[in-house]
Structures are given as C-alpha cells and as structure tokens.
C-alpha cells in the first residue's frame, strides 16, 4: 500500500547538519504514523523519531533536542533535520509508515559522521 524512497544522506563533519527526506507513494500518506530508525552493524534497529498523522512527535533520548522531524502531506513527504552531529550518529536510517498493524519500509541511505 506505501512505497517509501529516502534521500540526503552522505558524509558531514562533527557538529555539522544534514536534512533527510523520505517521499510516499502508493496509498494515502496522512493517515500514517511516520517514524525514522537507525541501525548500525551488530546492532538492533532503534528508532530516532516519529510523528503522528495529528503532528505529535517523539524522540529517542539520544537525539532530543538535536534532530527534529516533520512531515508535509501535500507532498507526501517526511523530513528530519539532524544538527550536531555526533559521530555516534553514523548509521544507516531509514524511514517507516504504520497504520494499525502494517509496516512498511524504505531501503535506507546511509549517514557518516567523521572529521
């Protein structure tokens, strides 16, 4: 029923910024929960953020206060904006759309944190 294709990943020096995006496509994208997890190798996949179809958000500890998502119906897209980044964020992240009991996933884009 979703599609999600994940963008803006890349390399960023400690302390810096990067915005990544997350487009839907395939169903209605504003009913859903959209949530973005991380996981890196030898570990489980934790989630960062999420935000409701009403705007309600919540973050992981780790990230409160440093990452910020949001989401724009009318493009059916989901953004998180990730400032002071720490190299602790280098992980793979990917994006999530639930509704009920379905999932459904993007294929993930890659993030690095390192001077």
């Known amino acids: 029923q979703v599609q999600l294709v994940e963008s803006g990943g890349g390399l960023v020096k400690p302390g810096g910024s990067l915005k990544l995006s997350c487009e839907a496509s395939?169903?209605?994208?504003?009913?859903?929960?959209m949530r973005w997890y991380r996981q890196t190798p030898g570990k489980q996949r934790d989630m960062v953020a999420s935000?409701?179809?009403?705007?309600?958000?919540n973050y992981a500890d780790s990230v409160k206060g440093r990452f910020t998502i949001s989401r724009d119906d009318a493009k059916n897209t989901v953004y998180l904006q990730m400032n002071n980044l720490k190299p602790e964020d280098t992980a793979d992240y990917y994006c999530?759309?639930?509704?009920?009991?379905?999932?459904?996933w993007g294929q993930g884009t890659q993030v690095t944190v390192s001077s």
């Open positions: 395939g169903s209605i994208f504003s009913i859903y929960i």
């Open positions: 999530a759309a639930f509704f009920g009991p379905r999932a459904y």
């Open positions: 935000i409701s179809s009403g705007g309600s958000t």
